[in-house]
């Protein structure tokens, strides 16, 4: 029994030994993977180190040929001809004094019809009859120098076979002095046919008018020859 324990001790003794051998065998493989003891070792890597050398470029320096600048020749201006000034000529300029216009209120005479040879002027102007286009004829008033109406006067109507008088103031449609002569009852043509003359009340009648000479165009809107006797004087 005795032995048997012995022999265990020893045993033990020898596991225990190895136990440290083999500690130690793998720290020197962890330390040093590429040693002898290592049956395994890690492959290795072949790095191929290529030095290649590089071509450094040699500068080659060319000859540039130097130009050199011609000389430009230097223009020197002419200086212009010396203007001799000329003095200026005195003027005697005249002193002008505006004088105020003198204003002068002078009445104005009041308009009068231009002074004629006859008393009576006339104006003639040609429109439609009151009548419609059924009438022909002359018609029209008399006037003093103010417009006032002129009534009593004779108008003599000669021509185409009439001769006759009227007397302002026979036809109120004209206003208080009008007077009219009918001609015919349609519009007709009657160029230098008719006459027409302002005479005086008093006396032998003598003209106080120019004679008139009528002209009809033959027109509706024309069959009126419409006149008006003024008194110029």
Known sequence: MKQQEQLFNVLS????GLTLLLIVYYIIIAISPYSALNPFPPAQVAVLATNTP?????????????????????ITPTPPPALTPIP???????????????VTNTPLPTPRVTRSPFRFTYEVTYESPYYGCAWTGV???VQDLDGNPLRGYPI???GGGIDTVVTSGSSQMYGDS????????????FRG???VRLHSPHGDHPP???EIVLDFPGYCSTALAYVVFTQNH
Request: charged letters at 10%.
């Open 13 to 16: 003794l020898a596991m225990l």
């Open 54 to 74: 590089t071509a450094t470029p040699t500068l080659v320096r060319e000859v540039v040929a130097t130009w050199t600048p011609t000389a430009t020749p230097t």
């Open 88 to 102: 200026p000529t005195a003027t005697n300029t005249p002193t002008v004094t505006p004088i105020p216009p003198t």
């Open 139 to 141: 018609g029209g008033f």
């Open 156 to 158: 003599r109507v000669w």
């Open 178 to 189: 009008g007077w009219e002569q009918f001609f015919t009852n349609q519009p007709q043509e």
């Open 193 to 195: 046919v008719f006459r």
């Open 208 to 210: 106080i008018s120019p």
